[in-house]
């Protein structure tokens, strides 16, 4: 089965700094790869997803990007931080289009 | 875009109490997922639905794959205090092909009173 891994669990970060949060999978290979964001404890919004290694697929226009320098790495980054970038980010992993999705325990960011 | 709805947003139940919840989407499915999310930390895959009609169960946790493929229905039966957590449906939105985006419900809150 799919193991993904996402790090740092928590962050705090201050207005106008930068990110960048790291995923990566094992157990598979080529997988779909996306980013979510869940604000408040309910509701995922899917950001990013990747195909495969350059390609990425953006959602909603917002401060953050993508990128996926490697098939089994994701990263989510951002110039400049805001305070309502804060919320949890869940990576997710996918063997093919039609298969389940697999989570990473999530990163809590807090902009301060 | 694709929307899932699902209901109810939340639900406060009694230990012992049978508890169901739905999702609805306005296009077809080919995939109906059912995830569970404890606090600070990911969902967690509880089952996975590939045929319209299929009915699934995963020990006390039964879910259908709707005939339509545009609803499916998850119960709990006799809930424990360990239920507890929000509860959403997921499934790629099925495009003519386009079927990467994995779309999920707004969730339900369980709590589940001992």
């Known amino acids: 089965s799919q193991t993904i891994h996402q790090w740092p669990a928590t962050l705090v970060q201050p207005v106008g700094s930068p990110l960048s949060l790291e995923c990566t999978v094992e157990?598979?290979?080529?997988?779909?790869l996306y980013w979510y964001r869940q604000a408040a404890g309910r509701g995922l919004q899917l950001l990013f997803y990747s195909v495969g290694i350059g390609q990425i697929s953006s959602e909603v226009p917002q401060n953050l990007s993508a990128s996926r320098p490697q098939d089994r790495q994701f990263i989510l980054s951002s110039k400049k931080l805001l305070l309502s970038d804060s919320g949890f980010y869940l990576c997710a992993s996918r063997r093919s289009m039609n298969t389940e999705a697999f989570f990473g325990q999530g990163t809590r960011l807090t902009v301060v | 875009g694709q929307q899932l709805n699902q209901s109810p947003q939340s639900m406060f139940i009694q230990e012992g109490e049978d508890v169901s919840m739905n999702c609805t989407s306005s296009s077809i499915f080919n995939t109906w997922l059912w995830y569970k999310q404890e606090p600070g930390e990911g969902p967690v895959l509880l089952i996975a639905l590939y045929k319209a009609g299929e009915l699934t169960s995963n020990g006390r946790l039964t879910a259908q794959f709707g005939i339509t493929r545009k609803d499916s229905f998850l119960n709990i039966s006799a809930s424990i205090p360990s239920d507890v957590g929000i509860y959403f449906c997921?499934?790629?939105?099925?495009?003519?092909?386009?079927?990467?985006?994995?779309?999920f419900g707004k969730g339900t809150l369980l709590t589940v009173n001992p």
């Open positions: 997921a499934g790629p939105w099925d495009s003519g092909g386009s079927n990467y985006k994995l779309t």
């Open positions: 157990g598979t290979s080529n997988p779909n």
